[in-house]
């Protein structure tokens, strides 16, 4: 058999996982200082959520999604992003029926068919937040302040950081702008690739997202949105703009910044990192989406949110010199100078775990030089040694690790030593 994890997927070994679980204890508490409340969904859905939601002409929809047939012949699809679903959710157990508003946030695995390389998997882990029943600028702003306060939280220094915003514009202004690139595109279609081309038909606004360089270069010429707003999104991006310099929250205005998702109206926001990422710059991003429950057949409902991946994280905070990693640690080694003393060594141990310890032990039979490397290995800051004469006495010698220092305790102030030395 092939014993190995199937390409654009990875496992977690304990050191990364580590840091997944710090990320997420991190966004707990910062998030919850925001009031927001945690959320879980279905790692699957039905297929609409995602083909309504994102949009059938995105890449996510027509190309990456993972959709197959259950037992029971039903199409399901491995969710390739959060949003879709919590919205379906808030929906469907009425969260923000009669003007109430919901903020919640959620942490897990997402997949899209994509071609692996740095920083891009077919399987990946995103934190993500939902504000959803809420159209306020101000709430915008806030999103995106708590999005760039957890990453200064976890190390990312905010000089490696570059916050783009932009605006999509609405029902009201976008279909008029949408056609104006549809026929700047086929104006310039001898010069533009043939991707790009067929978007004009199916979805022009993402040939700003093109990758290939002679359609950047043709694309910055084309009709601004920013130019054609109406005056109530006009409005609402100057006022979060006003919210974000109130806050004093550097941010760069990129109106080529257009997403891959079909579900935003008005602001979106992306976070880039140069250091370490490669093409795959974006640690998080996300934006408005007043539209997204009434592709549910719900009643309209503003909203807004963002995600960010777990993998590129990592990476840019390796690349800032943060240690996430870790490594596992034990405050106490109890160490016995021979294997038959191993009943009274597990007592002590489960004892000192009880109390609140972090303790490790041998497992193995190793000499007790070997144990004693293990705990410096371990980190640990005292030794507790179990010896057979001590133990007749009804004692034992603990070392601390950092003075060297040894005395004899009795076993039955063990715990209480221990603590005073960890102070
Ligand atoms: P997204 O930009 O597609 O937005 O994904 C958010 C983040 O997930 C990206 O910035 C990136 O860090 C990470 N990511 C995306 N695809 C991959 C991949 N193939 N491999 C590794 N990391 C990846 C969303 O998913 C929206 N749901 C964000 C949002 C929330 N908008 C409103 N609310």
Redesign the pocket.
């Known amino acids: 058999m092939n014993a190995r994890a199937p390409k ?1 997927t990875a496992d977690m070994l304990p050191d990364v996982a580590r840091a997944w679980e710090h990320m997420q204890r991190t966004a707990q508490l910062l998030f919850a200082r925001y009031g927001y409340e945690p959320i879980y969904t279905p790692t699957f859905e039905h297929p609409e959520v995602f083909t309504r939601g994102i949009g059938e002409a995105t890449d ?1 929809v027509s190309k990456e999604m993972y959709t197959f047939e259950d037992k029971g012949g039903r199409s399901v699809t491995l969710r ?5 679903s919590v919205v379906r959710a808030a929906l469907e157990h009425n969260l923000v029926a009669n003007g109430q508003s919901a903020k919640l946030y959620y942490a897990g695995p ?1 997949f ?1 068919y ?1 071609r ?1 390389q740095k ?4 399987q ?3 934190i ?3 504000a959803i029943g809420m159209a306020e600028p101000g709430i915008d702003a806030e999103v995106i302040v708590m999005l760039m306060r957890y990453f200064e939280e976890l190390g990312i220094p905010r000089s490696n950081m570059r916050l783009l915003i932009n605006t999509m514009g609405d029902q009201a202004c976008r279909p008029a702008y949408r056609e104006k690139v549809a026929a700047f595109i086929r104006d310039h279609s001898s010069v533009l690739c043939e991707e790009c081309n067929r978007r004009a038909e199916t979805n022009p606004l993402r040939a700003f997202d093109c990758k290939n360089p002679g359609c950047r270069d043709v694309m910055s010429a084309a009709p601004l949105l920013r130019d054609e707003l109406c005056d109530d999104c006009a409005a609402h991006y100057a006022a979060v703009k006003v919210h974000l310099d109130d806050l004093a929250i550097p941010y760069v205005e990129d109106p080529s910044l257009v ?3 079909d ?2 109206t008005r602001t979106v926001f ?2 880039q990192v140069d250091a370490g990422l490669g093409s ?1 710059n ?8 007043d539209r997204l429950m009434e592709e549910y057949d719900g009643p309209p409902t503003p ?11 990592l990476l840019a905070l390796e690349a800032a010199g943060v240690a996430v990693l870790g490594h596992p640690t034990a405050e106490v080694y109890v160490a016995r100078v021979d294997a038959s003393l191993g009943e009274a060594v597990f007592a002590i141990v489960q004892e000192l775990r009880d109390v609140g310890i972090p303790t490790e032990t041998d497992y193995q039979a190793r000499s007790l030089k070997s144990q004693f490397k293990q705990a410096d290995r371990l980190g640990a800051h005292a030794v507790v040694v179990v010896g057979p004469d001590e133990l007749a006495a009804g004692e034992v010698t603990i070392r601390n690790m950092a003075t060297k220092d040894e005395s004899r305790v009795p076993l039955g102030e063990i715990a209480e030593r221990l603590k005073q030395l960890l102070g």
Not at 119 to 122: K, T
Not at 282 to 289: D, N, S, V
Not at 303 to 313: H, I, M, P, Q
């Open positions: 654009g996510i390739p992003e959060g949003t879709a997402m899209r994509e692996p920083g891009r998997m077919r990946f882990w995103q993500g937040a939902e997403r891959g998702l579900y935003y992306e976070v795959q974006a640690i998080g991003g996300g934006g408005r989406y909203g807004l949110g963002f995600a960010l991946g777990f993998e590129r994280t």
